[in-house]
């Protein structure tokens, strides 16, 4: 472990955070789980370019704006540890960094709206908001006449616009409410059958440089093995369409309980996955079910079948 790291009787493990409300919040929660363990540790606010620009699309500013800052400060010694929403997370490996995964919170996406109406209930005209092309492509695909509206800014001005009136709803993931106590804003969770989430949403990826031995070791403590399984098989699914994560590209992955022909009960990992098209014209979906030790092959393999369907032609390739 580096000088800076430790356990209970040296410096504390630093942890390496945007400084918004949400962001904040989820670092301090494995601070938290840390210091339960016996081990310090204390947050270090990092400013990234995503949170100086509250106004451009994600998709304009850049894949891995909220995270690159971060991770040069992880790299230069700034700090620790770095907690990202493994969501943000590029999917290319970084060999000199190695990611632990707590377990995660509710992957769904989340409707807020004003009036109560949920999804179906909203008027054909309606302004929706959403940060997401993956969000926005599968609304104009439930051909509701939805008016879909970009939208930037932190959680709280986000709810902020419906609340206004400016946005008749907004689609944001439910694990940032659930992080921050807004689930009374919640209007309607959303069936990933209506509309699957981001890759490895609500998971996050609690990342240290891997020469550090003991700061790896510590951080395992933490690690979930079926999220890791799910988040492994969603991002493989990802990374095998090329598609970067403001990509129109849903997946979700859970570990199931499945009986053979003698009666035993073993668990299995379930995989679906959607490639949309922006305009919503198109959706082409595909799912599989396989052994939980391989994971990443099922993503890969479902992205396989994903490109045979046609979905080449919906994404984008991640620069």
Same mark, same amino acid.
Request: a negative charge; glycine letters at 10%; hydrophobic letters at 45%.
């Given at each position: 472990?580096? #000088?800076?790291?430790?356990?209970?009787?040296?410096?504390?493990?630093?942890?390496?955070?945007?400084?918004?409300?949400?962001?904040?919040?989820?670092?301090?929660?494995?601070?938290?789980?840390?210091?339960?363990?016996?081990?310090?540790?204390?947050?270090?606010?990092?400013?990234?370019?995503?949170?100086?620009?509250?106004?451009?699309?994600?998709?304009?500013?850049?894949?891995? &704006?909220?995270?690159?800052?971060?991770?040069?400060?992880?790299?230069?010694?700034?700090? *620790?540890?770095?907690?990202?929403?493994?969501?943000?997370?590029?999917?290319?490996? /970084?060999?000199?960094?190695?990611?632990?995964?707590?377990?995660?919170?509710?992957?769904?996406?989340?409707?807020?709206?004003?009036?109560?109406?949920?999804?179906?209930?909203?008027?054909?005209?309606?302004?929706?908001?959403?940060?997401?092309?993956?969000?926005?492509?599968?609304?104009?695909?439930?051909?509701?006449?939805? /008016?879909?509206?970009?939208?930037?800014?932190?959680?709280?001005?986000?709810?902020?616009?419906?609340?206004?009136?400016?946005? *008749?709803?907004?689609?944001?993931?439910?694990?940032?409410?659930?992080?921050?106590?807004?689930?009374?804003? &919640?209007?309607?969770?959303?069936?990933?059958?209506?509309?699957?989430?981001?890759?490895?949403?609500?998971?996050?990826?609690? /990342?240290?440089?891997?020469?550090?031995?003991?700061?790896?070791?510590?951080?395992?403590?933490?690690?979930?093995?079926?999220?890791?399984?799910?988040?492994?098989?969603?991002?493989?699914?990802?990374?095998?369409?090329?598609?970067?994560?403001?990509?129109?590209?849903?997946?979700?992955?859970?570990?199931?309980?499945?009986?053979?022909?003698?009666?035993?009960?073993?668990?299995?990992?379930?995989?679906?996955?959607?490639?949309?098209?922006?305009?919503?014209? /198109?959706?082409?979906?595909?799912?599989?079910?396989?052994?939980?030790?391989?994971?990443?092959?099922?993503?890969? #393999?479902?992205?396989?079948?994903?490109?045979?369907?046609?979905?080449?032609?919906?994404?984008?390739?991640?620069?």
């Amino acid at each position: 472990m580096s #000088d800076n790291a430790g356990s209970a009787s040296s410096a504390p493990i630093r942890i390496g955070t945007r400084g918004s409300l949400l962001a904040s919040t989820q670092a301090q929660g494995i601070a938290d789980r840390l210091i339960a363990l016996g081990h310090p540790a204390e947050l270090v606010i990092i400013k990234t370019p995503g949170d100086l620009d509250q106004r451009s699309p994600v998709a304009q500013i850049g894949v891995g &704006v909220f995270t690159t800052a971060i991770r040069v400060a992880l790299r230069d010694g700034e700090c *620790d540890v770095a907690i990202h929403s493994y969501k943000d997370l590029p999917t290319a490996p /970084e060999p000199d960094l190695t990611i632990t995964v707590p377990e995660r919170v509710d992957p769904r996406d989340a409707l807020v709206s004003r009036d109560g109406l949920v999804l179906g209930e909203l008027p054909a005209g309606s302004r929706v908001g959403t940060s997401s092309p993956r969000r926005a492509a599968q609304l104009r695909a439930l051909g509701l006449g939805l /008016e879909i509206r970009p939208l930037r800014g932190n959680l709280d001005s986000r709810l902020g616009k419906v609340a206004n009136g400016e946005l *008749d709803a907004v689609v944001v993931a439910r694990a940032g409410l659930v992080r921050i106590g807004r689930t009374d804003a &919640v209007t309607e969770a959303l069936d990933p059958v209506v509309m699957l989430p981001a890759p490895a949403q609500g998971a996050l990826a609690v /990342e240290c440089r891997a020469d550090d031995a003991e700061l790896v070791r510590i951080l395992a403590e933490l690690d979930d093995p079926s999220t890791r399984a799910a988040v492994d098989a969603e991002r493989a699914v990802l990374a095998a369409l090329e598609a970067g994560c403001t990509a129109p590209v849903g997946a979700i992955a859970e570990v199931v309980e499945s009986i053979d022909s003698g009666g035993r009960i073993f668990d299995e990992l379930s995989l679906r996955a959607a490639v949309a098209a922006e305009d919503g014209s /198109e959706v082409i979906r595909a799912s599989v079910v396989g052994p939980v030790e391989r994971a990443a092959q099922l993503g890969k #393999d479902l992205a396989a079948e994903l490109l045979e369907l046609g979905a080449a032609a919906l994404v984008s390739p991640e620069s």
